[in-house]
């Protein structure tokens, strides 16, 4: 389980719980928190839960696949801590911080 505090695009933050398992996509869908749309709901193929990872959070996930490296170079407002959210996915990390991306959808 992790603390996730999610970044909104409109300033605000959220923080929720996300049980061990699942992804920072699933703790923002989950809670209803507006940003990350999941349209493919987690399987690495629609880049609609683009979020940037803070300076240093990067080893709290495992790396990403050549699959979202791909995904995520295409995407508008990429940058070199660009991740998908659905595809970091908590483990005992205490706390988590994303900032969200808006899709634009
Ligand atoms: S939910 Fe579709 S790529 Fe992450």
Redesign the pocket.
């Given at each position: 389980m992790a603390k996730v505090t999610y970044h909104l695009p409109d300033g605000e933050a959220r923080t929720v719980e996300v049980p061990t398992g699942q992804s920072v996509?699933d703790g923002s869908v989950r809670n209803n928190l507006p940003g990350i749309v999941?349209?493919?709901?987690?399987?690495?193929?629609?880049?609609?839960?683009h979020v940037y990872l803070p300076a240093g959070a990067h080893a709290q996930f495992d790396d990403p696949t050549e699959e979202e490296l791909e995904?995520v170079e295409f995407l508008e407002g990429a940058q070199p801590n660009s991740r998908?959210?659905?595809?970091l996915i908590i483990s005992d990390q205490d706390e988590i911080h994303v900032e969200v991306v808006d899709s634009g959808l």
């Open positions: 996509m999941a349209e493919c709901g987690g399987s690495c193929s629609c880049a609609t839960c995904l998908l959210a659905c595809q």
